[in-house]
């Protein structure tokens, strides 16, 4: 019998919150039969490009597509590595430098496990996840809007 994992919402408006983060990580410590946990967190950098600095990102998406991408890139994960359990959040809307855009967090009996299946997670989604970010220059009029 195959089992599958239920479709989770993917996309956060805004930056990712460390108060978050820091909840998904705790709400994991009543499942005993994980021993190790992995995360990465993307973080939007100021990068300079062409003399001038990036301040923020505007993360966009065609969300179903990428809902979808989402799902499949788990679902070969859970194939691929025992894993326990698997939680991916990309952001949508701005995102501003020093701020998190993407938080992936892996849970499995054993550690090494969770270090290749991080690896794998990631560059899956850089590959093939349709979301989309336009950088916002220092130089630029960009109405700052509060996310909600």
Request: include cysteine; glycine fraction near 10%.
């Given at each position: 019998m195959e089992t599958t994992k239920p479709k989770k919402t993917t996309f956060i408006n805004g930056a990712i919150p460390s108060e978050f983060i820091g909840n998904s990580i705790a709400k994991h410590q009543s499942k005993t039969t994980i021993g190790a946990h992995n995360i990465f967190l993307?973080?939007?950098?100021?990068d300079e490009m062409?003399?001038?600095?990036?301040?923020?990102?505007?993360?966009?998406?065609?969300?179903?597509?990428?809902?979808q991408s989402f799902y499949d890139i788990r679902e070969a994960a859970f194939a691929k590595y025992d894993l326990t359990c698997m939680h991916i959040y990309h952001s949508?809307?701005?995102?501003?430098?020093?701020?998190?855009?993407?938080?992936?967090?892996?849970s499995s009996p054993r550690r090494k496990v969770v270090f290749e299946a991080l690896e794998f997670l990631v560059e899956e989604i850089k590959a093939k996840a349709p979301v989309f970010g336009k950088e916002i220059f220092e130089d630029e009029t960009?109405?700052?809007k509060k996310n909600t």
């Open positions: 993307g973080q939007v950098r100021a062409d003399g001038k600095k990036v301040v923020a990102i505007d993360y966009s998406a065609y969300e179903e597509m990428a809902e949508l809307g701005l995102v501003k430098a020093g701020e998190i855009c993407l938080f992936v967090f892996v960009y109405t700052w």
